[in-house]
C-alpha cells in the first residue's frame, strides 16, 4: 500500500503537470508532425483498454484519463517508446481502476517490443495466458495486487531478459513453474501473499543473480535447501515468513556475505539455530533478523554477537532449554528492536542487567510472557537505553519496576497480567510522549497522584485499566490527557460519580468502558462528542439518559444494562446513524414504545427486564433496515468485529436459552431483547421485515394475539422465544421452514393446533411446547416421547441445552481472533503513530505491537 500511496500521488503529479500543459499551451498536442508512435501499436492500446473496464467511482487516477486518439501515444500517460524506433516498449498501467481479464489473444500482445509491464494495483482477474512468454523483450513485469489467479504459466520462462517479476498479492495458486529457473537475469522475484504450495522452489537455486526474493504468505512446506547460499550468492533481503516451513534452515544462509533482511518468522521450523562460520571482526552486512514464532529449541547461537550490524532482533517463542545469556546481545552496538517475547527459558530477566547492558540504540524490546524480576526502588543503571516501546505483559512481576523511572522517551507501555499490587506510580504519566498504556489485570487499587498536576499530556492516547482492584474515585488527573482516545477502566471497584470532567475532553474521546464498577449518581450531561462506543453498564447509575446524547453522531454502542436509570425508551436517540448496538437492559425503564422512524444501523437491541409497558406500534420495526440485509453494512470492510484501534466492544446476551458472553461483537450479528416487561397486544406483523434476524427475544411480557405468520419471513433466525406470554392460536406452519432456528421456546402460553414439522421443531426439548393447552402433532409426540400426544401440564424435564452446539456458536462468534486483532491494530498504528516509529530500515512492514489483547 506504502507503494500505492506513492504512486498515486506520482500520477497525480503527472496528471496535474499534464493538465497545466494542456491549459497552457494546446499547440504542443496538436502539432501533427509531432507524432512519433506507431498507429498500430496505439490501436493495440486502444483495442487492449476497450477490452477492459474502469471501474467507477475509482479513487486514484486512471492513466487513460490523460489519452486521446488523435495524440500521439507515446506522449501517453503510463506510455514510453523507444526514441529512435517509436516502438512503445513500456506500458504503466498501474493503480488505473481496470477491471478484466488478460485473454490470450488480448491485444497487448501485439506490443511485442514491449520491455516494461505494470499492471499493478488493479482489478485484473483469471488466469495469465500464456502467450504472455510471447513478450520476450521484457525486463520488468509488474503484476501484483491484482485478482489474478490459477497457476503460473511455464511460458514466463521464456522470458530470458527479466530481471525484475512481482506476482505477489493475487491470488496465484499451484507450484512456482520450473521454468522460471531458466531466467538467469532475475534480481527481484516476489510472490509473497498468494496461495502457492509446494517444497521450496528449488529450482531457484540457479538465479545466482537474485538480490530480493519474496516468497512470505503463501502455503509452501518442507525444508529450505541446504546449498541456498551457493545457488543465491548475491542474495541481500530474503522472506519466507508465514508458511508452513519446517525443520532446521541451513546455517549458511545467514553468512550469505550480501545478506542484509532475512524473515523466517510464523513457519514451523524446529531443531538447533546455527549462524555458521562467522569470522571474529565480522563483515556481515545483516541488519535484520526475524526468527520468531516457529519452533526452535537449544540455545540461542552465542556467534548472534558476531553479526554486528544486526538493527533488528525477532527471537520470540524460542525455547531455549535453560538459560539465556543476555550478555550476547550487548555486542550489538546497533540494535534497536528486539523481540524475547515468550521464551521457553529457565532464566528470570533481571531488569536491570538487561538495561544495563543493552545497546543504547534500543528504542523497543518486547519481554512479554517470560519471567521478568524488578525492584520497587530505582537503582542506578547509568545511561540505560531510552526505549520508545516496552512490553512487560505477563511477565510475573510482583513490584512496579522502579528503574523505569528515567525511561521519559516512552509512548508504548504495556505492563498487563503481572501480579503488581498498590499504587500505579504517578512518574509514570510524566512521560512526554507517552501514548499507550495498559495496566489492565493486575492488583492495583490506587493512582499515585502525579507529581506534575494539571499538566497536559497531549499525546495520552490509550488508557487501558481493566480488571484491577482500583478503589476510590476516578481519578481526576485523567482529565489532563487531553486527547485520550479509548479509556477503559471496567472492572473494577470504582465508586463515587463520573468524573464530569470526562465530557470536557476536547472531541478526542472514542471509547470510554467503565462497566462494572460501583460508580452512583446520575450520568454526566456533557460527554466527548466524538464517542463511538459508551458501557457504562453494571453500575449503580441513577436518574435520566443525558439528552446530550442525541449530539453525539459517531455514537455506535451503548450499553448502560443493569443500573438504575428511570427513563421512558429513549426515541431521541433514533436520528443517530451509525448507533449499531443500544443496551437498556436491567434498569427502571418504563412507559411505552412510540413509534419513530429511524435507527438506520440499529443491530443489537436488549431493552429487556425493565418496566415498558403498552403496546409495540405496528410499524415498530420498519426502519430498522440493518436488519433487513446485512448487505448495505459497508462498515465490515474495517474488520469483523465492533470496536475501534485496540479496543473491542464486548457484551453479554441471552441466546438459546443461555446468557452467552460475546468478548467480541461479530458485526452481522442482530438481535432483539424485548422479554421481562409488561408488553401487551400483538407482536407486530412488521416484525417479518428483519431478514437478518438471528435472535428474537419477545418472552416475558403480556403478548396476546397470533404468532405473526410474517416471521417466517426471518430466515436467518436461529434463536426464538415467546415463552410466558399470553400467544393464542397456531404456531404458523411456515416456521417449520426456518433452517437455522436451532432454539424456540413457545412454553406457557394459550397456543393451539398442530406443531411444525421440519428439521428444526423435531429437535427442541419437549419443555419448548409446554403449558400451552391445546398443541397437538406428530412433532410434538416425537419431542415428548415419553408423554405421547399432547404437551404436558408439569413438564420437569431439564431443558436440554445442546452444549456442543453453543459451544461451536461462542467459536463463530469469537473465531479468527488473532488475524482481526492485529488487522485493526495495524489499522490503529498508521492513523496515530509518527511514522518513524515504524521505520524498520529496511521497508519493512510489521506489527511493532506483538500482543493480542
Ligand atoms: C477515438 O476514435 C474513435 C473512432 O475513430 C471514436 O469512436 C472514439 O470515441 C475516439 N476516442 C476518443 C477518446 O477520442
Ligand atoms: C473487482 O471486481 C469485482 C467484480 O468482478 C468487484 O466485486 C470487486 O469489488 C472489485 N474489487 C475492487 C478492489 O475494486
Ligand atoms: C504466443 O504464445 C503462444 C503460446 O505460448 C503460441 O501458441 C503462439 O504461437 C505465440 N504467438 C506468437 C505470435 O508468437
Ligand atoms: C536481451 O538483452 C540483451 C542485452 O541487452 C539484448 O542484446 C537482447 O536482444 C535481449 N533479448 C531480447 C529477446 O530482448
Ligand atoms: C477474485 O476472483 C475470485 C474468482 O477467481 C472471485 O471469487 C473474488 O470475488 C474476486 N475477489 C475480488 C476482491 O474481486
Ligand atoms: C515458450 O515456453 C513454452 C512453455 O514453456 C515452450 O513450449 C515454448 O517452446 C517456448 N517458446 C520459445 C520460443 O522459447
Ligand atoms: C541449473 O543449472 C545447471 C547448470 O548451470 C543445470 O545443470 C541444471 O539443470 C539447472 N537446474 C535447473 C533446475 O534448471
Ligand atoms: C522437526 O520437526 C519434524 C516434524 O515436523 C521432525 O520430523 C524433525 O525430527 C524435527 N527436527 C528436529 C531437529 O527436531
Ligand atoms: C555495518 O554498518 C556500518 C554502519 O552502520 C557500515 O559502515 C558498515 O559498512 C556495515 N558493515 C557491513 C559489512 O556492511
Ligand atoms: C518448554 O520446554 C520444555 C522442554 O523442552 C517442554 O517440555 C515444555 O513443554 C516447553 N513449554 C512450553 C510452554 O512450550
Ligand atoms: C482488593 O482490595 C480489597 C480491599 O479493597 C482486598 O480485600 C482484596 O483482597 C483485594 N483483592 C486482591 C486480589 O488483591
Ligand atoms: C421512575 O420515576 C417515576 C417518577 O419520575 C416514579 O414514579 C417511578 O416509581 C420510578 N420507577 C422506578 C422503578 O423507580
Not at 26 to 54: G, T, W, Y
Not at 562 to 574: A, C, E, G, V, Y
Not at 649 to 654: G, N
Not at 845 to 853: G, K, V
Request: net charge negative; with cysteine.
Amino acid at each position: 500500500m506504502k507503494h500505492s500511496m506513492n504512486s498515486i500521488s506520482l500520477i497525480h503529479i503527472t496528471l496535474s503537470f499534464l493538465l497545466f500543459l494542456t491549459f497552457n499551451f494546446p499547440d504542443v498536442f496538436a502539432a501533427p508532425s509531432r507524432h512519433l508512435c506507431h498507429p498500430k501499436q496505439r490501436d493495440a492500446i486502444l483495442e487492449f483498454m476497450n477490452e477492459l473496464e474502469i471501474q467507477k467511482p475509482c479513487d486514484k487516477f486512471p492513466k487513460t484519463e490523460s489519452w486521446a486518439n488523435n495524440s500521439d501515444c507515446c506522449s501517453w500517460d503510463g506510455i514510453s517508446c523507444d526514441t529512435n524506433l517509436r516502438d512503445v516498449i513500456e506500458l504503466n498501467l498501474g493503480y488505473s481502476c481496470l477491471h478484466g481479464q488478460l485473454n490470450s489473444k488480448s491485444a497487448i500482445f501485439m506490443l511485442e517490443n514491449l520491455r516494461s509491464l505494470n499492471l499493478i494495483g488493479n482489478n485484473f482477474s483469471g488466469e495469465i495466458p500464456s502467450s504472455l512468454g510471447n513478450l520476450s523483450h521484457l525486463t520488468t513485469l509488474y503484476l501484483s495486487s491484482n485478482n489474478f489467479s490459477g497457476k503460473i504459466p511455464s511460458s514466463l520462462g521464456n522470458l530470458s531478459n527479466l530481471t525484475t517479476l512481482v506476482l505477489s498479492d493475487n491470488n496465484f495458486d499451484g507450484e512456482i513453474p520450473s521454468s522460471l529457473g531458466r531466467l538467469k537475469q532475475l534480481v527481484r522475484l516476489e510472490v509473497a501473499y498468494n496461495k502457492f504450495s509446494g517444497n521450496f522452489p528449488i529450482i531457484l537455486g540457479n538465479l545466482t543473480n537474485l538480490s530480493y526474493l519474496s516468497i512470505s504468505n503463501n502455503h509452501f512446506v518442507g525444508t529450505l535447501p541446504p546449498n541456498i547460499s551457493s545457488s543465491l550468492p548475491n542474495l541481500e533481503g530474503f522472506y519466507a515468513n508465514h508458511n508452513t516451513f519446517t525443520g532446521t534452515p541451513p546455517s549458511s544462509l545467514f553468512t550469505i556475505p550480501s545478506l542484509i533482511f532475512i524473515d523466517l518468522a510464523d513457519n514451523q521450523l524446529n531443531g538447533t539455530l546455527e549462524f555458521g562460520n562467522i569470522s571474529s571482526s565480522s563483515n556481515s552486512k545483516l541488519g535484520s533478523l526475524w526468527l520468531g514464532n516457529n519452533n526452535f529449541s537449544g540455545p540461542i547461537p552465542k556467534s548472534i554477537s558476531k553479526l554486528v550490524n544486526l538493527t533488528a532482533i525477532d527471537l520470540s517463542h524460542y525455547n531455549t532449554q535453560g538459560p539465556v545469556d543476555f550478555s550476547i546481545f550487548s555486542h550489538l552496538k546497533s540494535l534497536r528492536f528486539l523481540y524475547l517475547s515468550h521464551l521457553n527459558t529457565t532464566t528470570t530477566f533481571d531488569l536491570n542487567a538487561i538495561l544495563s547492558c543493552c545497546s543504547k540504540s534500543l528504542v523497543i524490546l518486547d519481554l512479554s510472557g517470560n519471567h521478568v524480576s524488578a525492584t520497587k526502588k530505582s537503582s542506578s543503571v547509568s545511561d540505560p537505553p531510552l526505549l520508545i516501546e516496552f512490553n512487560l505483559s505477563r511477565c510475573g512481576l510482583t513490584e512496579f519496576p522502579g528503574i523505569l523511572r528515567t525511561q521519559n522517551e516512552m509512548r508504548f507501555f504495556d505492563i498487563s497480567n503481572n501480579k503488581i499490587k498498590g499504587q500505579v506510580p504517578g512518574w509514570l504519566w510524566t512521560f512526554p510522549d507517552l501514548t499507550y498504556v495498559d495496566i489492565s489485570r493486575n492488583t492495583f487499587t490506587s493512582f499515585e497522584i502525579s507529581t506534575k498536576p494539571g499538566a497536559m499530556q497531549p499525546s495520552m492516547s490509550y488508557l487501558r485499566g481493566t480488571n484491577n482492584n482500583f478503589t476510590g474515585e476516578v481519578p481526576s488527573f485523567i482529565c489532563a490527557f487531553c486527547s485520550l482516545l479509548i479509556l477503559d477502566l471496567s472492572n473494577n471497584k470504582f465508586n463515587g460519580s463520573i468524573p464530569p470532567c470526562l465530557g470536557n475532553f476536547s472531541s478526542t474521546l472514542q471509547v470510554l468502558n467503565l462497566r462494572k464498577n460501583r460508580l452512583c449518581g446520575g450520568l454526566p450531561e456533557n460527554i466527548s462528542a466524538s464517542l463511538q462506543s459508551l458501557d457504562i453498564g453494571h453500575n449503580h447509575l441513577m436518574g435520566k439518559l443525558p439528552r446530550s446524547l442525541v449530539r453525539i453522531s459517531s455514537l455506535q454502542v451503548l450499553n448502560v444494562e443493569s443500573n438504575k436509570i428511570n427513563d421512558t425508551f429513549p426515541f431521541w436517540l433514533s436520528s443517530l446513524q451509525e448507533l449499531q448496538v443500544l443496551v437498556l437492559r436491567s434498569n427502571a425503564f418504563q412507559g411505552p414504545m412510540i413509534h419513530q422512524a429511524g435507527f438506520p444501523k440499529l443491530r443489537i437491541i436488549d431493552i429487556s427486564s425493565n418496566h415498558f409497558s403498552g403496546t409495540l406500534p405496528s410499524d415498530c420495526f420498519a426502519t430498522w433496515t440493518s436488519m433487513f440485509s446485512l448487505g448495505k453494512n459497508e462498515d465490515q470492510s474495517n474488520g469483523a468485529y465492533m470496536g475501534t484501534g485496540y479496543y473491542s466492544d464486548s457484551m453479554v446476551l441471552m441466546n438459546k436459552g443461555v446468557e452467552m458472553e460475546l468478548v467480541r461483537i461479530l458485526k452481522i450479528y442482530t438481535a432483539i431483547d424485548f422479554s421481562g416487561n409488561k408488553f401487551q397486544g400483538q407482536i407486530p406483523t412488521s416484525i417479518g421485515l428483519l431478514k437478518e434476524l438471528h435472535v428474537l427475544n419477545m418472552s416475558n411480557n403480556a403478548f396476546t394475539g397470533n404468532i405473526p405468520s410474517s416471521m417466517a419471513n426471518m430466515v436467518e433466525l436461529e434463536s426464538l422465544d415467546v415463552s410466558l406470554n399470553k400467544l393464542s392460536g397456531d404456531i404458523p406452519q411456515e416456521l417449520g421452514k426456518l433452517s437455522y432456528l436451532a432454539y424456540m421456546n413457545f412454553s406457557y402460553n394459550q397456543l393451539v393446533g398442530l406443531v411444525p414439522g421440519g428439521t428444526q421443531f423435531l429437535t427442541q426439548p419437549c419443555s419448548s411446547f409446554e403449558d400451552n393447552p391445546g398443541l397437538y402433532g406428530p412433532t410434538l409426540d416425537q419431542v415428548c416421547v415419553d408423554i405421547h400426544g399432547k404437551t404436558h401440564q408439569s413438564l420437569t424435564s431439564e431443558p436440554e441445552e445442546d452444549e456442543e452446539e453453543v459451544i461451536s456458536w461462542i467459536a463463530a462468534a469469537i473465531g479468527f481472533i488473532p488475524g482481526i486483532a492485529i488487522g485493526l491494530m495495524m489499522g490503529y498504528i498508521f492513523v496515530c503513530y509518527k511514522p518513524e516509529l515504524f521505520n524498520f530500515g529496511q521497508n519493512k512492514r510489521r506489527s511493532i505491537f506483538t500482543t493480542i489483547h
